[in-house]
């Protein structure tokens, strides 16, 4: 636990005060109990103008930008020319107190799943400490480390970008002793010019790598050739090759450079976010069967191929976020299960897609086919998927808000049928479980 001194400290400020900081916060509205508050400026909103409810919500200190009005309330200030940048540092410096090897994680898809299975066997045989939710920013990073405990072994950052130097930045922060680039997808490809630009900037998470430091990156993406690392894949000509992945509705076996494993969790993208978790655990020297007992307590975060039964019906909830390859990837999971005669898609708008949004979705809609036997697209862009189905079995069906899916989708329940729940975070189609248990 880091205390007042030492942060001030470690920015160039002589303060007495040795008491421990127990929570750090950019949101006034967050646990403060004996808390460092960090105000940000924003475009619209000061953070500064929120240091009495920082106060109340037990902060005991903050960072607090020169020449700004001093606060009127009882609390430690100590004045810095940039509280965001104050707290890079500060967050650089307790890293290096700890000590922990660092997993770095990026990519277009499967940030948070690979960082939740990377956690779950690490933490088998090492004290580990990860990002919480999507914590992955220039602020959020920070903020993850600091509220790292001090007996840390290994740290799991997840690295997220909107375009160039973002992750850069991390990387050099953070100095990883692995790094993983989950895949390369469509998101933000506006900011960087096109799936090669997304490429380069996720590739800047080396910029960091300790020397001897290991990179995993997706072997079969053809961006990424070239690229110096150990490449993990199902083609032939990877370092690790993954093969024979075989799922139901209860998990997926696959085999990995050799060796069988299985996960509770469904889809190929997620086998090889699994692949990575075993390749950084073999790296930090666990063993094979150590990792599978980790991989058989795997807990997803909610709304990643969330597998639940509603009203008899199984559900596939992986309505958290979605560009056209995390699209691809949950589709083919449906069409691969057997057991269900009706397979039902509900998609929705793909955001974030930039000039290409309306070619891109119906780059997924050629993707449904028989055996999927029904897509309900909901929303003005979900409708783009619609123009690439070309297959006359697919009953296609549209709704313009969720609650009409939801009625499109009530005949279909029962005990034959499985329905993907997919589109980005905006749509909130998860709120489709609620209206089903509207009359």
Known sequence: MVTIKQIADWIDLDVADARPLRHFATDSRSELTEGLYIPIEGARV?????????????????????????????????????????????????????????????????????????????????????????????????????????????????????????????????????????????????????RAGIAKAKLEITAGLKPNGHLFLDGDEALLTGVEGERIGYHHGNTFIIEQAEATFVGTTFRFAGTTFRIPVLGKHQVRNAAYAIATARALGVSDNVIQAGLDEVKLTPMRMERLVHQKTAFINDAYNASPTSMNAAIETVAELDGYPTRVVVLGDMYELGDQERELHASVGKRITLPISHAILVGEKGRYIADGISDPSVVVQFADTVAEAASLLRPLLGEQTIVLLKASRGVALERILTDLNET
């Open 46 to 194: 000061d953070g500064h103008s929120f240091i009495d409810g920082a106060v109340k919500q037990g902060a005991i200190a903050t960072l607090w930008k020169k020449g700004m009005p001093l606060p009127k309330v009882d609390i430690v200030v100590l004045e810095v020319e940039d509280p965001l940048a104050a707290l890079q540092k500060i967050a650089a410096r307790y890293l290096q107190l700890v000590g922990p090897k660092v997993v770095a994680i990026t990519g277009s898809n499967g940030k948070t799943s690979t960082k939740d299975m990377v956690e779950s066997v690490l933490k088998t045989t090492y004290r580990t400490h990860k990002t919480s939710g999507n914590f992955n920013s220039d602020i959020g990073m920070p903020l993850t480390i600091l509220m790292m405990p001090l007996e840390t072994e290994v740290a799991v950052l997840e690295m997220g970008m909107s375009g160039f130097g973002d992750i850069e930045f991390l990387s050099n922060l953070a100095e990883p002793d692995i790094a993983l680039v989950t895949n390369i997808g469509e998101s933000h490809a506006e900011h960087v010019g096109g």
